[in-house]
């Protein structure tokens, strides 16, 4: 339910406006130029080409890769990720020691296998025209897991493992023993646990050398901005199609994007971290001294704020103004 409010003080953060282009230089250094309705400035750096998928990510990205109904959760027992900043996607500091590349290994195997001891699900990862080619499946696939085409080499590369395959698990299906070490492999891949940008094409800019990134790393940046997940089929095929060079096509996209649920995701989960709402859950208070505090009301608290939230940017199509000053917010 809808209630008027006679102020609101929560301090939020919205996108409104445009959407900037913000190419990275080589080191994650310098400026950088954005453009939005014409007019150009000049940003700094995003500060890594190399940034790891938070764990949030890698569970939404291996959901939406294998095709699996719900997030597997496999990084509930992964080595937790460390961020002394107020967002978990902090490229700077995830970095990838001995235990946590173990879970990363542990994970791949355990996903390999659910997925290709299962027809249903090794299906919907397989096409039918695919059976018996694994090269062809390494081609079509791998290009979805590394978030751009595969090399040659690296075709060559995951072909050769994938002959290991019925040696490996003499049990299975040899085709399906092929694909389940291909599995294994990819998911263990810098390019698929990174969001590896290689592009070296250079331009002049007032502060310095600018680094364009590719149409790949572009439809990455904009799906993991927007989704916390990897780029869908219409993404890639606008990023094949050069649209999202243009402000108009990247506009396009992303007005597309922000209708799918997983953009309300990602924005609910932005402001949990923003506003620190996952400490509102832990909320106790003495029944003595408080006695109309009940147990529920530390969520509805939380509800509450991303209901408004969701009301505000979704419905309504407001902006930063209307979060801190909206006289409505919700209750149960």
Not at 148 to 164: I, K, N, Q
Request: charged residues 20%.
């Amino acid at each position: 339910m809808r209630v008027l409010l006679a102020s609101c003080c929560v301090a939020l953060v919205a996108c409104t406006g445009s959407l900037e282009t913000r190419p990275a230089g080589p080191t994650g250094t310098g400026r950088v130029p954005a453009c939005a309705d014409g007019a150009c400035a000049e940003l700094p750096a995003p500060a890594s080409r190399l940034p790891r998928l938070s764990h949030p990510q890698y569970e939404n990205t291996v959901r939406d890769l294998l095709a699996l109904p719900a997030a597997p959760g496999l990084t509930d027992t992964f080595l937790g990720d460390a961020s002394s900043t107020l967002f978990d996607n902090n490229g700077g500091e995830l970095s990838v020691g001995d235990s946590l590349w173990l879970d990363y290994q542990r994970g791949a195997e355990t996903l390999a296998e659910r997925v290709t001891t299962a027809p249903d699900a090794l299906s919907a990862i397989v096409l039918p025209s695919e059976r018996g080619d694994v090269r062809a499946f390494i081609t079509r696939f791998g290009r979805r897991a590394h978030r751009r085409p595969l090399t040659p080499e690296e075709v060559d590369g995951y072909a050769a493992l994938a002959a290991s395959g019925p040696g490996a698990y003499p049990g299975m299906d040899p085709f399906d023993a092929q694909v389940r070490v291909v599995l294994e492999a990819m998911l263990q891949s810098p390019s698929f646990l990174y969001r590896v940008e290689l592009s070296s094409t250079a331009t002049a800019g007032a502060g310095g050398e600018v680094i364009q990134p590719t149409d790949d790393e572009l439809a990455s940046r904009l799906s993991y901005a927007l989704w916390d997940t990897m780029p869908d089929e219409a993404l890639f095929a606008a990023a094949a199609e050069g649209r999202l060079r243009t402000a108009e096509g990247l506009r396009a996209e992303a007005t597309r994007m922000l209708q799918d649920p997983k953009a309300r995701a990602t924005v609910a989960n932005f402001h949990t971290q923003l506003l620190s709402l996952q400490s509102v859950l832990d909320v106790t208070r003495s029944t003595m001294v408080f006695p109309e505090f009940d147990p529920a009301l530390p969520r509805s608290m939380v509800d509450e704020t991303q209901a408004f939230i969701a009301a505000v940017v979704f419905e309504d199509g407001g902006g930063f103004a209307d979060l801190v000053t909206a006289p409505f917010s919700f209750a149960d």
